[in-house]
Protein backbone atom coordinates (compact mmCIF):
# COMPACT_ATOMS: atom_id res chain seq x y z
CA UNK A 1 0.00 0.00 0.00
CA UNK A 2 3.08 2.04 0.01
CA UNK A 3 3.93 1.96 -3.50
CA UNK A 4 2.02 4.26 -5.87
CA UNK A 5 1.70 3.13 -9.44
CA UNK A 6 3.13 5.70 -11.62
CA UNK A 7 0.66 4.83 -14.32
CA UNK A 8 -3.06 5.70 -13.96
CA UNK A 9 -4.74 2.79 -15.88
CA UNK A 10 -7.98 4.14 -15.73
CA UNK A 11 -6.51 7.31 -17.69
CA UNK A 12 -2.82 6.00 -19.66
CA UNK A 13 -1.43 8.95 -18.43
CA UNK A 14 1.83 8.80 -16.44
CA UNK A 15 1.63 10.77 -13.28
CA UNK A 16 4.46 13.22 -13.77
CA UNK A 17 3.15 14.03 -17.50
CA UNK A 18 -0.58 14.41 -15.89
CA UNK A 19 0.64 17.12 -13.35
CA UNK A 20 2.80 18.60 -16.22
CA UNK A 21 -0.43 19.27 -18.41
CA UNK A 22 -2.30 20.32 -15.16
CA UNK A 23 0.13 22.87 -14.49
CA UNK A 24 0.81 24.07 -17.95
CA UNK A 25 -2.96 24.21 -18.81
CA UNK A 26 -3.49 26.08 -15.84
CA UNK A 27 -1.00 28.75 -16.53
CA UNK A 28 -2.31 28.81 -20.38
CA UNK A 29 -5.76 29.28 -19.39
CA UNK A 30 -5.10 32.61 -16.50
CA UNK A 31 -3.23 33.77 -19.29
CA UNK A 32 -6.13 33.43 -21.84
CA UNK A 33 -8.38 34.76 -19.17
CA UNK A 34 -6.15 37.69 -18.24
CA UNK A 35 -6.45 38.11 -22.06
CA UNK A 36 -2.97 39.01 -22.28
CA UNK A 37 0.19 38.29 -21.24
CA UNK A 38 2.80 41.04 -20.03
CA UNK A 39 5.50 41.38 -17.48
CA UNK A 40 6.01 42.76 -13.92
CA UNK A 41 1.97 43.35 -12.03
CA UNK A 42 -0.04 41.30 -14.55
CA UNK A 43 2.65 38.28 -14.51
CA UNK A 44 2.39 38.48 -10.48
CA UNK A 45 -1.09 38.33 -10.42
CA UNK A 46 -1.00 35.80 -13.15
CA UNK A 47 0.71 33.51 -10.44
CA UNK A 48 -1.89 33.96 -8.07
CA UNK A 49 -5.32 33.02 -9.29
CA UNK A 50 -6.00 29.62 -11.57
CA UNK A 51 -7.41 29.10 -14.43
CA UNK A 52 -11.09 28.58 -12.53
CA UNK A 53 -10.38 32.28 -11.43
CA UNK A 54 -10.32 31.94 -7.94
CA UNK A 55 -7.59 34.02 -6.37
CA UNK A 56 -5.22 31.32 -3.89
CA UNK A 57 -2.34 33.45 -2.78
CA UNK A 58 -2.67 35.39 0.33
CA UNK A 59 -0.49 38.53 0.14
CA UNK A 60 1.25 39.78 2.93
CA UNK A 61 -1.22 41.61 5.64
CA UNK A 62 -4.17 39.96 3.71
CA UNK A 63 -6.19 37.75 6.00
CA UNK A 64 -7.67 33.92 5.12
CA UNK A 65 -11.21 33.73 3.83
CA UNK A 66 -11.56 30.60 5.84
CA UNK A 67 -10.27 29.37 9.32
CA UNK A 68 -8.87 25.37 9.05
CA UNK A 69 -8.72 23.15 12.29
CA UNK A 70 -6.54 20.26 11.57
CA UNK A 71 -6.45 16.92 14.01
CA UNK A 72 -3.28 16.86 14.75
CA UNK A 73 -3.48 12.68 14.74
CA UNK A 74 -1.05 11.30 17.51
CA UNK A 75 0.63 14.52 18.30
CA UNK A 76 -2.34 14.72 20.57
CA UNK A 77 -3.41 18.50 19.52
CA UNK A 78 -5.82 20.70 16.94
CA UNK A 79 -4.25 23.09 14.68
CA UNK A 80 -5.89 25.83 13.26
CA UNK A 81 -4.72 27.06 9.25
CA UNK A 82 -5.75 30.07 7.33
CA UNK A 83 -7.50 28.67 3.71
CA UNK A 84 -6.54 29.09 1.72
CA UNK A 85 -3.15 30.13 2.22
CA UNK A 86 -2.42 26.73 4.36
CA UNK A 87 -0.35 28.94 7.22
CA UNK A 88 -0.33 27.43 10.29
CA UNK A 89 -2.24 30.00 12.46
CA UNK A 90 -2.11 28.21 16.20
CA UNK A 91 -2.07 24.93 18.09
CA UNK A 92 -4.21 24.18 20.39
CA UNK A 93 -2.77 21.39 22.71
CA UNK A 94 -4.97 19.05 23.75
CA UNK A 95 -4.55 15.63 25.06
CA UNK A 96 -0.69 16.48 24.83
CA UNK A 97 1.81 18.56 26.65
CA UNK A 98 3.14 21.84 25.26
CA UNK A 99 5.92 23.78 26.84
CA UNK A 100 5.17 27.12 24.99
CA UNK A 101 1.60 27.19 26.91
CA UNK A 102 2.12 25.38 29.72
CA UNK A 103 -0.49 22.61 28.35
CA UNK A 104 -0.31 19.97 30.94
CA UNK A 105 1.23 21.57 34.04
CA UNK A 106 -0.66 25.05 34.77
CA UNK A 107 -3.62 24.03 37.44
CA UNK A 108 -5.78 25.54 34.95
CA UNK A 109 -5.25 22.81 32.40
CA UNK A 110 -4.65 20.28 34.76
CA UNK A 111 -8.20 20.39 36.07
CA UNK A 112 -9.03 20.11 32.22
CA UNK A 113 -6.94 17.16 31.92
CA UNK A 114 -8.93 15.75 34.86
CA UNK A 115 -8.65 12.34 36.26
CA UNK A 116 -5.22 10.66 35.24
CA UNK A 117 -2.93 13.20 32.87
CA UNK A 118 0.16 11.60 34.08
CA UNK A 119 -0.75 7.99 33.48
CA UNK A 120 -1.16 8.78 29.36
CA UNK A 121 2.08 11.24 29.53
CA UNK A 122 0.64 13.61 27.41
CA UNK A 123 -0.10 10.98 24.59
CA UNK A 124 -3.60 11.23 22.61
CA UNK A 125 -4.51 10.66 18.94
CA UNK A 126 -7.12 13.36 17.98
CA UNK A 127 -8.67 12.18 13.85
CA UNK A 128 -11.58 14.16 13.87
CA UNK A 129 -12.16 17.90 14.79
CA UNK A 130 -16.17 18.98 14.18
CA UNK A 131 -17.38 22.76 15.19
CA UNK A 132 -20.94 22.87 16.96
CA UNK A 133 -23.98 23.66 14.89
CA UNK A 134 -26.95 26.01 15.02
CA UNK A 135 -29.87 25.67 12.55
CA UNK A 136 -27.30 23.16 10.32
CA UNK A 137 -24.34 25.56 9.92
CA UNK A 138 -21.57 26.47 12.24
CA UNK A 139 -22.24 28.60 15.00
CA UNK A 140 -18.74 29.51 16.31
CA UNK A 141 -19.24 28.30 19.49
CA UNK A 142 -17.14 25.22 20.55
CA UNK A 143 -15.00 22.56 18.71
CA UNK A 144 -14.96 18.72 19.87
CA UNK A 145 -11.89 16.51 19.04
CA UNK A 146 -11.72 12.36 19.81
CA UNK A 147 -8.79 10.71 21.49
CA UNK A 148 -8.72 7.41 19.59
CA UNK A 149 -5.51 6.24 22.08
CA UNK A 150 -7.14 7.16 25.71
CA UNK A 151 -11.08 6.62 24.85
CA UNK A 152 -11.50 10.98 25.63
CA UNK A 153 -13.77 13.54 24.10
CA UNK A 154 -12.30 16.96 24.40
CA UNK A 155 -14.51 20.53 23.87
CA UNK A 156 -12.24 23.54 23.17
CA UNK A 157 -13.87 27.05 23.06
CA UNK A 158 -13.75 28.97 20.13
CA UNK A 159 -13.79 32.90 21.77
CA UNK A 160 -10.67 31.54 23.48
CA UNK A 161 -9.31 28.44 21.75
CA UNK A 162 -8.58 26.67 23.88
CA UNK A 163 -9.52 23.16 25.38
CA UNK A 164 -11.61 24.01 28.24
CA UNK A 165 -13.51 19.99 29.46
CA UNK A 166 -11.90 16.18 28.67
CA UNK A 167 -13.93 13.28 29.58
CA UNK A 168 -13.29 9.66 29.57
CA UNK A 169 -15.99 7.96 27.98
CA UNK A 170 -17.36 5.10 29.94
CA UNK A 171 -17.75 1.22 28.90
CA UNK A 172 -16.14 1.84 25.90
CA UNK A 173 -12.67 1.90 24.46
CA UNK A 174 -10.92 4.19 21.93
CA UNK A 175 -13.32 6.86 20.61
CA UNK A 176 -12.93 7.07 16.84
CA UNK A 177 -16.04 8.66 14.16
CA UNK A 178 -17.62 11.83 16.71
CA UNK A 179 -19.78 14.19 15.15
CA UNK A 180 -22.13 17.24 16.46
CA UNK A 181 -26.02 16.95 16.04
CA UNK A 182 -26.82 19.10 13.32
CA UNK A 183 -30.65 20.60 13.94
CA UNK A 184 -31.72 22.25 15.87
CA UNK A 185 -28.48 23.11 17.68
CA UNK A 186 -25.70 20.77 18.65
CA UNK A 187 -27.16 19.55 22.19
CA UNK A 188 -25.28 16.22 21.51
CA UNK A 189 -21.83 14.94 20.75
CA UNK A 190 -21.65 11.57 18.96
CA UNK A 191 -19.07 9.27 19.96
CA UNK A 192 -17.69 5.85 18.53
CA UNK A 193 -16.39 3.41 20.83
CA UNK A 194 -14.41 1.26 18.26
CA UNK A 195 -13.48 -1.48 19.73
CA UNK A 196 -14.84 -4.43 21.30
CA UNK A 197 -14.71 -5.36 25.06
CA UNK A 198 -16.27 -7.61 27.74
CA UNK A 199 -19.20 -5.52 29.54
CA UNK A 200 -17.75 -5.13 32.63
CA UNK A 201 -14.41 -4.76 31.46
CA UNK A 202 -13.32 -5.68 34.72
CA UNK A 203 -11.03 -8.94 34.43
CA UNK A 204 -13.79 -11.39 33.33
CA UNK A 205 -14.82 -13.15 30.42
CA UNK A 206 -11.23 -12.29 28.87
CA UNK A 207 -10.63 -15.07 26.30
CA UNK A 208 -14.64 -14.79 25.17
CA UNK A 209 -14.89 -12.57 22.49
CA UNK A 210 -18.79 -13.68 22.07
CA UNK A 211 -19.00 -11.34 24.66
CA UNK A 212 -17.27 -8.57 23.43
CA UNK A 213 -19.23 -5.13 22.98
CA UNK A 214 -19.02 -1.65 21.88
CA UNK A 215 -21.48 1.57 21.80
CA UNK A 216 -22.33 4.68 20.51
CA UNK A 217 -22.20 7.38 23.22
CA UNK A 218 -24.05 10.53 23.02
CA UNK A 219 -22.58 13.42 24.96
CA UNK A 220 -24.48 16.48 26.36
CA UNK A 221 -22.69 19.49 24.85
CA UNK A 222 -23.05 21.96 27.29
CA UNK A 223 -22.79 19.79 30.63
CA UNK A 224 -20.22 17.34 28.54
CA UNK A 225 -21.99 14.29 30.26
CA UNK A 226 -22.41 10.78 29.13
CA UNK A 227 -26.26 10.79 28.47
CA UNK A 228 -26.97 7.26 26.92
CA UNK A 229 -25.04 4.81 25.16
CA UNK A 230 -26.14 2.41 22.54
CA UNK A 231 -25.50 -1.22 22.36
CA UNK A 232 -24.16 -2.09 19.13
CA UNK A 233 -23.01 -5.33 16.45
CA UNK A 234 -19.39 -5.12 15.28
CA UNK A 235 -17.14 -2.25 15.57
CA UNK A 236 -17.81 1.46 15.33
CA UNK A 237 -15.77 3.52 12.57
CA UNK A 238 -17.21 6.95 11.40
CA UNK A 239 -20.32 8.57 11.84
CA UNK A 240 -22.52 11.57 10.38
CA UNK A 241 -25.28 13.00 11.42
CA UNK A 242 -28.92 14.34 9.37
CA UNK A 243 -29.98 17.49 8.76
CA UNK A 244 -33.18 17.18 11.04
CA UNK A 245 -31.93 15.88 14.56
CA UNK A 246 -33.36 12.93 14.31
CA UNK A 247 -30.60 9.79 13.17
CA UNK A 248 -26.65 9.08 13.76
CA UNK A 249 -25.42 6.96 10.83
CA UNK A 250 -22.13 5.15 11.94
CA UNK A 251 -20.47 2.33 9.43
CA UNK A 252 -19.83 -0.31 11.71
CA UNK A 253 -17.04 -3.40 10.51
CA UNK A 254 -16.27 -6.56 12.07
CA UNK A 255 -19.70 -7.95 11.61
CA UNK A 256 -18.38 -11.50 12.47
CA UNK A 257 -17.05 -9.97 15.29
CA UNK A 258 -13.98 -11.46 15.60
CA UNK A 259 -10.79 -10.45 17.39
CA UNK A 260 -7.81 -11.38 14.56
CA UNK A 261 -7.67 -9.54 11.14
CA UNK A 262 -8.57 -13.13 8.86
CA UNK A 263 -11.44 -13.66 11.22
CA UNK A 264 -12.26 -10.03 10.67
CA UNK A 265 -12.46 -10.46 7.12
CA UNK A 266 -14.91 -13.10 6.79
CA UNK A 267 -18.19 -11.98 5.65
CA UNK A 268 -18.80 -10.18 2.26
CA UNK A 269 -21.32 -7.49 4.26
CA UNK A 270 -21.08 -5.25 6.97
CA UNK A 271 -23.23 -1.95 8.08
CA UNK A 272 -24.10 1.08 8.30
CA UNK A 273 -26.07 1.22 10.95
CA UNK A 274 -28.36 4.14 12.01
CA UNK A 275 -29.63 5.13 15.41
CA UNK A 276 -33.03 6.76 16.31
CA UNK A 277 -32.44 9.54 18.45
CA UNK A 278 -36.17 10.10 19.28
CA UNK A 279 -36.66 5.94 20.52
CA UNK A 280 -33.26 6.32 22.46
CA UNK A 281 -34.80 9.61 24.38
CA UNK A 282 -38.34 8.28 25.08
CA UNK A 283 -36.79 4.81 26.39
CA UNK A 284 -34.30 6.49 29.09
CA UNK A 285 -37.18 8.59 30.09
CA UNK A 286 -39.51 5.95 30.92
CA UNK A 287 -36.32 4.35 32.71
CA UNK A 288 -36.29 1.21 30.06
CA UNK A 289 -32.22 0.94 30.35
CA UNK A 290 -29.86 -0.97 31.93
CA UNK A 291 -26.17 -0.25 32.99
CA UNK A 292 -23.16 -1.20 33.58
CA UNK A 293 -20.83 -2.36 36.26
CA UNK A 294 -20.61 1.16 38.33
CA UNK A 295 -21.37 3.26 35.67
CA UNK A 296 -24.20 5.16 35.63
CA UNK A 297 -25.18 6.20 32.60
CA UNK A 298 -27.98 4.80 30.91
CA UNK A 299 -27.63 1.79 28.52
CA UNK A 300 -29.95 0.90 25.91
CA UNK A 301 -29.72 -2.57 23.42
CA UNK A 302 -29.27 -2.07 19.91
CA UNK A 303 -28.06 -5.29 19.10
CA UNK A 304 -30.09 -7.76 16.64
CA UNK A 305 -28.36 -6.54 13.39
CA UNK A 306 -29.23 -10.11 11.74
CA UNK A 307 -32.75 -8.86 12.12
CA UNK A 308 -32.47 -5.10 11.15
CA UNK A 309 -31.61 -4.08 14.40
CA UNK A 310 -33.80 -3.29 17.64
CA UNK A 311 -36.50 -0.45 17.75
CA UNK A 312 -33.69 1.99 18.30
CA UNK A 313 -31.13 0.67 15.42
CA UNK A 314 -31.50 0.15 11.66
CA UNK A 315 -28.78 -2.20 9.88
CA UNK A 316 -28.29 -1.47 6.55
CA UNK A 317 -25.95 -4.01 4.86
CA UNK A 318 -23.19 -2.56 3.01
CA UNK A 319 -20.30 -4.21 1.66
CA UNK A 320 -17.73 -5.33 3.98
CA UNK A 321 -15.21 -2.64 6.06
CA UNK A 322 -16.76 0.48 5.41
CA UNK A 323 -14.66 3.18 6.32
CA UNK A 324 -15.60 7.04 5.98
CA UNK A 325 -19.80 8.27 5.90
CA UNK A 326 -20.83 11.55 5.05
CA UNK A 327 -24.34 13.12 4.62
CA UNK A 328 -24.85 15.48 1.84
CA UNK A 329 -25.31 18.55 2.33
CA UNK A 330 -29.12 18.17 1.12
CA UNK A 331 -30.00 16.58 3.86
CA UNK A 332 -31.27 13.71 1.43
CA UNK A 333 -28.59 10.90 1.91
CA UNK A 334 -26.16 9.41 3.95
CA UNK A 335 -22.85 7.93 1.95
CA UNK A 336 -21.12 5.04 3.26
CA UNK A 337 -17.69 4.62 1.83
CA UNK A 338 -16.73 1.27 0.77
CA UNK A 339 -13.07 1.15 1.47
CA UNK A 340 -11.86 -2.44 0.07
CA UNK A 341 -15.14 -2.52 -2.31
CA UNK A 342 -14.09 0.57 -5.20
CA UNK A 343 -17.82 1.52 -4.20
CA UNK A 344 -19.80 4.00 -1.85
CA UNK A 345 -24.00 3.08 -0.79
CA UNK A 346 -25.71 5.71 -0.87
CA UNK A 347 -28.34 5.66 1.73
CA UNK A 348 -31.96 7.43 1.39
CA UNK A 349 -32.91 9.14 4.51
CA UNK A 350 -36.40 9.44 3.70
CA UNK A 351 -36.18 5.61 3.70
CA UNK A 352 -34.82 5.05 6.65
CA UNK A 353 -38.21 7.50 7.97
CA UNK A 354 -40.05 4.88 6.61
CA UNK A 355 -37.94 2.02 8.35
CA UNK A 356 -38.93 3.28 11.90
CA UNK A 357 -42.21 4.33 10.83
CA UNK A 358 -43.25 0.43 9.91
CA UNK A 359 -43.16 1.35 6.04
CA UNK A 360 -40.34 -0.46 5.08
CA UNK A 361 -39.35 -3.95 5.66
CA UNK A 362 -35.93 -4.76 4.00
CA UNK A 363 -33.08 -1.94 6.01
CA UNK A 364 -31.24 -3.13 2.04
CA UNK A 365 -34.00 -1.09 0.22
CA UNK A 366 -32.66 2.21 1.79
CA UNK A 367 -29.42 1.75 -0.45
CA UNK A 368 -30.92 3.21 -3.82
CA UNK A 369 -27.22 3.16 -5.73
CA UNK A 370 -24.01 1.77 -5.12
CA UNK A 371 -21.84 3.69 -8.06
CA UNK A 372 -18.43 2.64 -8.40
CA UNK A 373 -15.51 5.06 -8.46
CA UNK A 374 -12.32 3.50 -7.58
CA UNK A 375 -10.22 1.57 -5.60
CA UNK A 376 -10.09 2.25 -2.18
CA UNK A 377 -12.76 5.09 -1.12
CA UNK A 378 -12.72 6.53 2.48
CA UNK A 379 -14.15 9.60 2.80
CA UNK A 380 -16.80 12.17 0.78
CA UNK A 381 -16.81 15.65 1.22
CA UNK A 382 -19.12 17.92 -1.13
CA UNK A 383 -19.58 21.31 -3.34
CA UNK A 384 -22.71 23.70 -3.89
CA UNK A 385 -23.51 21.81 -7.28
CA UNK A 386 -24.84 18.41 -6.30
CA UNK A 387 -21.32 17.06 -7.04
CA UNK A 388 -19.35 14.73 -4.49
CA UNK A 389 -15.90 14.19 -4.21
CA UNK A 390 -14.32 11.10 -2.72
CA UNK A 391 -10.93 10.18 -1.48
CA UNK A 392 -9.84 6.84 -3.50
CA UNK A 393 -6.84 5.70 -1.37
CA UNK A 394 -5.17 2.98 -3.65
CA UNK A 395 -5.64 5.04 -6.22
CA UNK A 396 -4.12 8.14 -4.68
CA UNK A 397 -6.91 10.13 -6.42
CA UNK A 398 -9.72 12.19 -6.08
CA UNK A 399 -12.96 11.26 -7.76
CA UNK A 400 -15.48 14.37 -8.33
CA UNK A 401 -18.94 12.18 -9.35
CA UNK A 402 -22.26 13.60 -9.52
CA UNK A 403 -24.81 12.52 -6.91
CA UNK A 404 -28.18 13.05 -9.21
CA UNK A 405 -26.29 11.27 -12.08
CA UNK A 406 -25.43 8.16 -9.80
CA UNK A 407 -29.01 8.23 -9.05
CA UNK A 408 -30.02 7.92 -12.72
CA UNK A 409 -27.19 5.33 -13.86
CA UNK A 410 -28.43 2.95 -10.93
CA UNK A 411 -32.20 3.13 -12.36
CA UNK A 412 -30.20 2.09 -15.86
CA UNK A 413 -29.74 5.38 -17.49
CA UNK A 414 -26.36 5.56 -19.68
CA UNK A 415 -25.10 8.63 -18.29
CA UNK A 416 -21.46 8.89 -16.66
CA UNK A 417 -21.52 9.83 -13.22
CA UNK A 418 -17.67 10.31 -13.20
CA UNK A 419 -16.45 14.29 -13.77
CA UNK A 420 -12.86 13.77 -13.08
CA UNK A 421 -10.15 12.01 -11.42
CA UNK A 422 -7.77 14.04 -9.98
CA UNK A 423 -4.19 12.48 -8.89
CA UNK A 424 -2.79 13.24 -5.69
CA UNK A 425 0.55 12.59 -3.32
CA UNK A 426 -0.16 10.21 -2.30
CA UNK A 427 -2.57 8.02 -0.66
CA UNK A 428 -4.89 10.19 0.41
CA UNK A 429 -7.44 9.44 3.67
CA UNK A 430 -9.82 12.56 4.51
CA UNK A 431 -10.89 15.03 1.92
CA UNK A 432 -12.47 17.74 2.97
CA UNK A 433 -14.42 20.70 1.16
CA UNK A 434 -15.49 24.42 2.22
CA UNK A 435 -18.15 24.53 4.31
CA UNK A 436 -19.10 20.80 3.14
CA UNK A 437 -20.56 19.57 6.48
CA UNK A 438 -23.31 22.34 6.69
CA UNK A 439 -25.91 23.16 4.86
CA UNK A 440 -23.85 26.07 3.43
CA UNK A 441 -21.47 24.23 1.28
CA UNK A 442 -20.04 27.13 -1.11
CA UNK A 443 -17.85 24.71 -3.38
CA UNK A 444 -14.85 26.71 -3.24
CA UNK A 445 -11.76 24.68 -2.04
CA UNK A 446 -11.46 21.26 -1.13
CA UNK A 447 -8.41 19.46 1.21
CA UNK A 448 -6.95 16.23 0.22
CA UNK A 449 -4.95 15.41 3.37
CA UNK A 450 -2.63 12.58 1.83
CA UNK A 451 -1.10 9.92 4.61
CA UNK A 452 2.52 9.56 2.48
CA UNK A 453 4.16 13.10 0.53
CA UNK A 454 7.56 10.88 -0.56
CA UNK A 455 9.08 13.07 -3.05
CA UNK A 456 7.24 15.93 -2.47
CA UNK A 457 9.38 17.64 -0.58
CA UNK A 458 12.86 18.32 0.46
CA UNK A 459 13.62 14.96 2.38
CA UNK A 460 14.06 15.60 6.31
CA UNK A 461 15.17 11.93 7.07
CA UNK A 462 12.97 8.82 7.61
CA UNK A 463 10.66 9.81 9.07
CA UNK A 464 8.35 11.84 5.85
CA UNK A 465 6.05 15.10 6.53
CA UNK A 466 2.01 14.13 5.09
CA UNK A 467 1.07 16.05 2.39
CA UNK A 468 -2.24 18.56 2.97
CA UNK A 469 -3.21 19.40 -1.00
CA UNK A 470 -5.12 22.50 -1.72
CA UNK A 471 -7.45 21.62 -4.77
CA UNK A 472 -9.83 24.99 -6.19
CA UNK A 473 -13.03 23.16 -7.24
CA UNK A 474 -14.56 26.44 -7.89
CA UNK A 475 -14.80 25.61 -11.96
CA UNK A 476 -15.60 22.73 -13.98
CA UNK A 477 -12.34 21.17 -13.37
CA UNK A 478 -10.63 20.44 -10.12
CA UNK A 479 -7.01 22.03 -10.04
CA UNK A 480 -4.24 21.25 -7.70
CA UNK A 481 -2.77 24.92 -6.39
CA UNK A 482 -0.95 23.67 -3.16
CA UNK A 483 0.83 21.44 -1.41
CA UNK A 484 0.90 21.51 2.32
CA UNK A 485 3.81 19.56 4.53
CA UNK A 486 2.33 18.55 8.00
CA UNK A 487 3.78 17.50 11.23
CA UNK A 488 1.84 13.79 11.67
CA UNK A 489 -0.69 12.90 11.18
CA UNK A 490 -3.89 15.08 10.71
CA UNK A 491 -7.01 12.75 9.75
CA UNK A 492 -8.97 15.40 8.89
CA UNK A 493 -10.11 18.84 8.81
CA UNK A 494 -12.91 20.86 8.31
CA UNK A 495 -12.83 24.75 7.25
CA UNK A 496 -15.23 27.24 8.33
CA UNK A 497 -16.06 30.50 6.72
CA UNK A 498 -14.33 33.26 9.18
CA UNK A 499 -17.53 34.96 9.78
CA UNK A 500 -18.76 32.18 12.23
CA UNK A 501 -15.78 32.67 14.36
CA UNK A 502 -15.59 35.27 16.39
CA UNK A 503 -12.31 35.07 18.98
CA UNK A 504 -11.54 36.78 21.71
CA UNK A 505 -8.52 39.42 21.41
CA UNK A 506 -7.70 39.36 25.16
CA UNK A 507 -9.14 37.92 28.04
CA UNK A 508 -12.00 38.97 30.31
CA UNK A 509 -10.94 39.09 33.91
CA UNK A 510 -14.16 37.08 35.19
CA UNK A 511 -13.53 34.64 32.42
CA UNK A 512 -14.81 30.91 34.37
CA UNK A 513 -11.04 29.29 32.74
CA UNK A 514 -9.26 30.60 35.95
CA UNK A 515 -12.31 31.37 38.13
CA UNK A 516 -10.94 28.74 40.30
CA UNK A 517 -7.39 30.26 40.73
CA UNK A 518 -9.31 33.94 41.22
CA UNK A 519 -11.29 31.95 44.07
CA UNK A 520 -8.29 30.42 46.27
CA UNK A 521 -6.88 34.06 45.40
CA UNK A 522 -10.10 35.26 47.17
CA UNK A 523 -9.62 32.72 50.11
CA UNK A 524 -6.09 34.14 50.54
CA UNK A 525 -7.23 37.97 50.66
CA UNK A 526 -5.48 38.56 47.48
CA UNK A 527 -6.89 41.01 44.79
CA UNK A 528 -4.74 39.43 41.59
CA UNK A 529 -5.00 42.52 39.48
CA UNK A 530 -2.76 44.78 41.78
CA UNK A 531 -1.27 42.58 44.38
CA UNK A 532 2.61 41.48 44.89
CA UNK A 533 2.41 39.00 47.98
CA UNK A 534 3.90 35.65 49.54
CA UNK A 535 1.18 33.86 51.36
CA UNK A 536 2.29 31.43 53.94
CA UNK A 537 0.12 28.52 54.91
CA UNK A 538 2.18 25.93 56.58
CA UNK A 539 4.53 24.48 53.93
CA UNK A 540 2.11 25.69 51.50
CA UNK A 541 3.57 28.71 50.30
CA UNK A 542 1.29 31.13 47.36
CA UNK A 543 2.87 33.70 45.33
CA UNK A 544 0.90 35.95 43.72
CA UNK A 545 2.26 38.71 41.44
CA UNK A 546 1.22 40.73 38.50
CA UNK A 547 2.68 41.51 35.25
CA UNK A 548 3.23 44.37 33.20
CA UNK A 549 5.67 45.07 30.37
CA UNK A 550 8.69 44.49 31.16
CA UNK A 551 8.43 43.67 35.18
CA UNK A 552 6.89 41.00 37.40
CA UNK A 553 5.36 42.19 40.23
CA UNK A 554 7.73 40.75 42.57
CA UNK A 555 11.51 40.29 41.89
CA UNK A 556 12.46 38.21 44.56
CA UNK A 557 10.25 35.89 46.98
CA UNK A 558 12.18 33.18 49.56
CA UNK A 559 10.56 30.33 50.30
CA UNK A 560 11.78 26.63 51.94
CA UNK A 561 13.73 23.71 50.49
CA UNK A 562 10.20 20.92 50.93
CA UNK A 563 7.53 23.45 50.40
CA UNK A 564 4.85 22.89 48.20
CA UNK A 565 4.63 26.42 46.07
CA UNK A 566 1.97 28.07 44.23
CA UNK A 567 2.98 31.18 41.57
CA UNK A 568 -0.36 32.48 40.37
CA UNK A 569 0.65 35.43 37.86
CA UNK A 570 -1.83 37.73 36.60
CA UNK A 571 -0.85 39.58 33.48
CA UNK A 572 -2.24 43.00 33.51
CA UNK A 573 -1.35 44.55 30.02
CA UNK A 574 -4.27 44.40 28.44
CA UNK A 575 -2.39 45.32 24.74
CA UNK A 576 -3.66 42.94 21.91
CA UNK A 577 -1.15 40.28 21.45
CA UNK A 578 1.00 41.38 24.46
CA UNK A 579 1.72 37.74 26.32
CA UNK A 580 4.25 37.13 29.07
CA UNK A 581 5.55 33.48 29.91
CA UNK A 582 6.71 32.67 33.33
CA UNK A 583 9.98 29.97 32.95
CA UNK A 584 11.57 28.65 36.18
CA UNK A 585 15.04 27.67 35.51
CA UNK A 586 16.07 23.96 36.43
CA UNK A 587 12.51 23.51 37.19
CA UNK A 588 11.13 22.32 34.21
CA UNK A 589 8.07 25.38 34.62
CA UNK A 590 7.28 27.37 31.56
CA UNK A 591 3.50 28.87 30.99
CA UNK A 592 1.99 31.52 29.19
CA UNK A 593 0.25 34.55 30.11
CA UNK A 594 -1.81 36.41 27.90
CA UNK A 595 -3.53 39.57 28.42
CA UNK A 596 -5.58 40.05 31.52
CA UNK A 597 -5.32 36.27 31.82
CA UNK A 598 -4.11 35.03 35.32
CA UNK A 599 -2.25 31.33 35.22
CA UNK A 600 -0.57 29.40 37.86
CA UNK A 601 1.52 26.38 38.17
CA UNK A 602 2.19 24.29 41.94
CA UNK A 603 5.31 22.27 42.32
CA UNK A 604 7.41 21.22 45.39
CA UNK A 605 10.92 23.39 45.92
CA UNK A 606 13.46 20.60 46.28
CA UNK A 607 16.32 22.12 45.25
CA UNK A 608 17.79 24.84 47.44
CA UNK A 609 19.83 27.97 46.40
CA UNK A 610 18.84 31.29 43.84
CA UNK A 611 16.75 29.95 40.93
CA UNK A 612 15.79 32.94 38.14
CA UNK A 613 13.03 32.97 36.70
CA UNK A 614 12.05 34.90 33.55
CA UNK A 615 9.85 36.10 30.74
CA UNK A 616 9.34 33.24 27.76
CA UNK A 617 7.38 35.21 25.50
CA UNK A 618 8.73 38.43 23.82
CA UNK A 619 6.78 41.44 25.10
CA UNK A 620 9.37 44.40 25.49
CA UNK A 621 12.82 45.92 24.18
CA UNK A 622 13.89 44.78 28.22
CA UNK A 623 11.85 41.12 27.69
CA UNK A 624 15.85 39.56 28.64
CA UNK A 625 15.17 41.78 31.72
CA UNK A 626 12.11 40.55 32.88
CA UNK A 627 13.02 38.26 35.47
CA UNK A 628 13.23 37.72 39.19
CA UNK A 629 14.55 35.50 41.68
CA UNK A 630 13.45 32.21 43.99
CA UNK A 631 15.61 31.80 47.03
CA UNK A 632 15.06 28.43 48.42
CA UNK A 633 16.52 27.97 52.03
CA UNK A 634 18.51 24.79 52.57
CA UNK A 635 16.10 22.77 55.14
CU1 LIG B 1 -10.34 7.92 7.83
CU2 LIG B 1 -9.64 8.06 11.92
CU3 LIG B 1 -11.41 9.69 10.04
CU4 LIG B 1 -7.97 8.42 9.48
S1 LIG B 1 -10.10 8.11 9.87
S2 LIG B 1 -8.12 8.71 7.33
CU1 LIG C 1 7.39 39.78 29.55
CU2 LIG C 1 8.74 38.93 27.89
Redesign the pocket.
Known sequence: MSDHKEDDNKTGISRRGFLGATAAASVAGAGLAAGVLVGGKEAEARTKTNANGLKFHVDPGELDDYYGFWSGGHSGEVRILGVPSMRELMRIPVFNRDSATGWGQTNESKRILGDNPQDYMGAGDTHHVHASYTNGTYDGRYLFTNDKLNTRVARIRMDIMKTDKIITVPNVTSIHGLRLQKYPKSNYAFANGEMVIPQPNDGRDLENPENYWTMLSAIDVESMEVKWQVLVDGNLDNNDTDYQGKYVCSTCYNSARGVTLPEMMGPERDWAVVINLKAVEEAVAAGDFTTIGDCKVPVVDGRGAEQGGSKFTMYIPVPRSPHGLNTTPDGKYFIANGKLSPTVSIIEIAKVDDYFAGKLKDPRDAVIAEPELGLGPLHTTYDNRGNAYTSVFLDSQVVKWNIADALRAAKGEKVNYIRQKLDVHYQIGHIKATMAETKEPDGKWLVALCKFSKDRFLPVGPLHAENDQLIDISGDEMKLVHDGPTFPEPHDCIMVRRDSVRPARVWKRDDPYFAETVAMAKADGITLEQDNKVIRDGNQVRVYMT?I??NFGLTDFKIKQGDEVTVVITNMDSIEDLH??FALTNHGINFEIAPQATASVTFTANKPGVHWYY?S????AL?ME?SGRMLVEAA
Open positions: TAPHGCWFCHHM
